[in-house]
């Protein structure tokens, strides 16, 4: 199985402040790469595709970039909704896998 | 607007065997060209991959999980279900199913079900 890291695992910010959190992928998976956000008690959402394609409804203020195994996932402006766990996921192979998540509260 | 919706027992004897339904709304199960996965999230822990199903019927499996999977499809009720056989407690989690648009990008989740494994 293809492994997922995240950094960091959790980090505190402001409304407003530029936000970014990297996905590392055990071996390279080209741009197989989601990104999807969780709120407590929540299904995930779809965020970033194919590593920087935004999904359609999602704010242009998310933004994803990367190949290989090196991937970003940058919220530009953070703003209070957007206060959740974002995890990244590898469609290169079976099985997928995921992230263990990055939590983002507020400072 | 698809909308996916999971149904089945919220309490499993351990060994016992866990079944769940997914009725998919807004849309038929067939049209397009879906998967049709299940994903679990054991509370506080991250995403597994439990495996997918395709409206042909062809299944794929975590291996992890291989041997006590099955995945089955009810066309003619928009419907997909998961069997996951000789429970334990590591198997207690909130259960998901959704839509796989794109080899592995899925893009609608069900609400997700908690199914807790206990005597």
């Known amino acids: 199985d293809i492994q997922m890291t995240q950094s960091p695992s959790s980090l505190s910010a402001s409304v407003g402040d530029r936000v970014t959190i990297t996905c590392r992928a055990s071996?390279?998976?080209?741009?197989?790469l989601n990104w999807y956000q969780q709120k407590p008690g929540k299904a995930p959402k779809l965020l970033i595709y194919?590593?920087?394609s935004l999904q359609s409804g999602v704010p242009s203020r998310f933004s994803g970039s990367g190949s290989g195994t090196d991937f970003t996932l940058t919220i530009s402006s953070l703003q209070p909704e957007d206060f959740a766990t974002y995890y990244c996921?590898?469609?290169?192979?079976?099985?997928?896998?995921f992230g263990p998540g990055t939590k983002v509260d507020i400072k | 607007q698809v909308q996916l919706q999971e149904s089945g027992p919220g309490l499993v004897k351990p060994s016992q065997t866990l079944s769940l339904t997914c009725t998919v709304s807004?849309?038929?199960?067939?049209?397009?060209?879906?998967?049709w996965s299940w994903i679990r999230q054991p509370a506080g822990k991250g995403l597994e991959w439990i495996g997918r199903?395709?409206?042909?019927?062809?299944?794929n499996y975590n291996p992890s999980l291989k041997s006590r999977v099955t995945i089955s499809v009810d066309t003619s009720k928009n419907q997909f279900s998961l069997k996951l056989s000789s429970v334990t407690a590591a198997d207690t989690a909130v259960y998901y199913c959704?839509?796989?648009?794109?080899?592995?990008?899925?893009?609608?989740w069900g609400q997700g079900t908690l199914v807790t494994v206990s005597s």
């Open positions: 807004g849309g038929s199960i067939s049209s397009g060209s879906y998967y």
């Open positions: 959704a839509r796989d648009s794109l080899a592995g990008t899925y893009d609608y």
């Open positions: 071996q390279s998976i080209s741009s197989y």
């Open positions: 996921q590898q469609s290169y192979s079976t099985p997928p896998t």
């Open positions: 194919a590593a920087s």
């Open positions: 199903i395709y409206t042909s019927g062809s299944t």
